[in-house]
């Protein structure tokens, strides 16, 4: 039965050719379906894709933990300290996250400044940052050329665009000393983040930063998950350690206010815990809009990328099913059409048919004959759309600004489905072939 | 042995109310070699006949023996394969696939040979059949770059390309003019005459049946006559005169 597929394959081919303009619209309804289907695809798993990348692209996922908190104003009862402004986190607090949280790979505490770095003759105003060796695990940092400071050191890694300000595009600064407030540092490795924020900053060991100035306090704590799926627990974790830690976690003060973090009675956060999602989400906002964000938004911190996800998968989900229901429509339509032609087919060559059931075909040859015609008309049809799919799907990410992706596997769906469609649609046509009698058949004019 | 053996055939279509009687009851051996003319008048039974004797059709009574095989009662596929194998059918309208080169048609019925050919063996066989009937230089040529006499030529090869033991001619002249149909006679008796064919022809021209070796007169569903004929000659200088306008 499958011997003959070369010779049914060119007859079809042949049939096809001797009515080009009929072949091309008849196959107009497969062509537009395939096309939408590849589309859908296309955008679904840009979309996934692209999610899947930020995750990846993260590394780890990472928890701040802030000193101060946003308060709404007036309305606060506690003490209204600006991001980072507040003295509340300490060394100890990061000791302790390391030691009771689980499911943590990394802790680094953090100073940030903005001041004048100097070298030799070179100085530049940049963002110094005293952080542990920890930093760069967390970050994942490829350091090249060089290697991470070591804690309580005096060694200092800089950025790849910082060193090229200071020195020179590429040139290498390793060994170079660097002063920082009159602190002098040993340039021991340029980093070469992925972040455009990293590549512009210094970093020095966070002690030597902190007895430069005289302080005991921390500006933030950067605290990496051993799973990105943990980020939420981890940071609901370290939030209960420190209110226990500060002595916020008492509910019985009796003052009312309802934490505008976490829910809980008691007073409010002396620090902000953000995920990379939250971060991600309120970088670049003004501080007060950031706050009423937050502040507007229970719970926010909690949101993951795996929830960001799902918020760009229910978008992707509008647009499946509005191209999914194009698609179903013009294949549906583009199957009956086919489905015609192919009565028209056998209408018109039944004496065909008859000369072959004469010399010996029987009623299954006959069936394969059209079967295999429909299903070439609708594969022609879904390779023309596919291509169409393929420009279609590239506008769309274009005009939408949407990631597309176009898998082998879905142009084999999408070529999967018009072959399908062609054996739905083209097998009435080819039973009515097969069951022609023969007789009739030779006498039709 | 004879190749066909009809044993009391009758063949009743069923027209709404009416039945018609095709055959009341037919009885008749072809041995192997012979060249039998099928003659009669339209609605006398003999296209009736002739479906039944090419397995196209089944009797409603009676036995059909065809190489001492009863095929009155096969399923439809069976007598597919029965035609494929053993009979080679040539029509009056030639039924040529158009489109396609004369060596492709005459192809046609290897492709349901079982077990199936490889496709260089059904080229060479259809090459062969083509050039028995001289038609060899012709093989790419499309039907409606050939003669009509070329045309019944071709699906003459394509009636014998699987060596069937029984060619069955339904008014294969029917379409040409008389010098064509003289050449294409004497390609039939020449298939007898050499190869030991069995002809059956079905005709209403007499001067037609006249080719054949034994002419059976039907009519109204009944052998009439069945007498052994002296198969008049095909030759040339034989044709009638005709019009101008006729010759082809």
Known sequence: MFALMPVNIRLAVRSLNRNRMRSLLTMLGIIIGVAAVLTMVALGTGARGSVEGEVRSAGTNLIFVR??????????????????AAHTLTYADAQAIAAQVPGITAVSPGLSRRTSVVSGASRAFAPVDGIAAAYAKAYTWNIRPGHMLADGSSEAVIGRTLADNLFGKGFDPTGKPITVRDAAYTIVGVTDDTSDEHNEMLFVPWRKLQAGEGIDYLDYIVIAAEKAGEASRIADDVKTLLRQRHGLASAANGQG?????????????????????????????????AAFALANLPKLDEVTLSEMADTLDRASDTMTALLASIAGVSLIVGG??????????????????????????????????????????SVVGGVVGLMLGFVTARLIGWALDWPVT??????????????????VFGSYPARRASLLDPIDALRTE | ?????????????????????????VSLDIDAGEFVSIVGP??????TMMHILGCLDRPTDGHYLLNGKDVSALSRDALAEIRNRQIGFVFQGFNLLPRTTALENVEVPLLYSRPILPAAERRARAMAALEMVGLGNRADHHPNQLSGGQQQRVAIARALVNQPSLILAD??????????SIDVMRTLQELREKQGITIVLITHEADIAAYGTRIIAVRDGLILSDKANAPRPALEDEVAPVPMAAVN
């Open chain 2, 42 to 47: 339209s609605g006398s039974g003999k296209s």
């Open chain 1, 257 to 289: 206010y309802i934490s505008q973090q976490g829910g809980g009675a008691g007073r409010p956060d002396d620090f902000t815990v953000e995920t990379q999602a939250a971060k991600a989400l309120t970088q670049g906002l003004y501080t007060p809009a």
């Open chain 1, 336 to 377: 009956i059409g086919i489905m015609n032609i192919m009565l028209v087919s056998v209408t018109e060559r039944t004496r065909e048919i008859g000369l072959r059931v004469a010399t010996g075909a029987r009623s299954l040859d006959v069936a394969l004959q059209f079967l295999i015609e429909a299903i070439t008309l």
């Open chain 1, 406 to 423: 176009v898998s082998a596997q879905s142009m084999a769906l999408a070529i999967g489905i018009a072959a399908a469609v062609g054996l």
């Open chain 2, 1 to 25: 042995m004879p190749v066909i053996s009809l044993e009391a055939i009758t063949k009743v279509y069923k027209l709404g109310d009416n039945q018609v009687d095709a055959l009341r009851g």
């Open chain 2, 171 to 180: 008014e294969p002249t029917g379409n040409l003019d008389t010098k064509t």
């Open chain 1, 67 to 84: 000193a101060g908190n946003y308060t709404r104003g007036g309305e606060s009862v506690g003490i209204a300290a600006g991001l980072g």
